[in-house]
Nanobody, 126 residues
Framework: QLQLVESGGGLVQPGGSLRLSCAAS????????IGWFRQAPGKEREGVSC????????NYADSVKGRFTISRDNAKNTVYLQMNSLKPEDTAVYYC???????????????????WGQGTLVTVSS
């Protein structure tokens, strides 16, 4: 069974940092682009960042550029989202997702996503 499992969420003060992890089981992430998405209460799901299968291409939403960094360690079958300078508006449930035909080129696409994690809650509050 193909699964993605997010971890690393929690409560952090404004200006703080968190690193989210997205670990795959049942399949190898090597050949998949991965996207990170978030959904705040009462809001639509937003594409946050994505990374190509090789790691050579990354994209970020304007709202997180310069603060978030996506990376991957294919040996560990894991993708990371390093979040720095967190703001209260970053509060949301964060999801990672993948798909056979998902791509990361130019923007954070929502298309061709087949496997989603259960999400991890990030709360930024003083």
């Amino acid at each position: 069974q193909l699964q993605l499992v997010e971890s690393g969420g929690g409560l952090v003060q404004p200006g703080g940092s968190l690193r989210l992890s997205c670990a795959a089981s049942g399949f190898t992430l090597d050949y998949y682009a991965i996207g990170w998405f978030r959904q705040a209460p009462g809001k639509e799901r937003e594409g946050v960042s994505c990374i190509s299968s090789s790691g050579s291409s990354t994209n970020y939403a304007d709202s997180v550029k310069g603060r978030f960094t996506i990376s991957r360690d294919n040996a560990k079958n894991t993708v990371y989202l390093q979040m720095n300078s967190l703001k209260p508006e970053d509060t949301a449930v964060y999801y990672c997702a993948a798909g056979e035909y998902y791509y990361c080129s130019g923007y954070v696409s929502h298309r061709y996503l087949e496997v989603w994690g259960q999400g991890t809650l990030v709360t930024v509050s003083s």
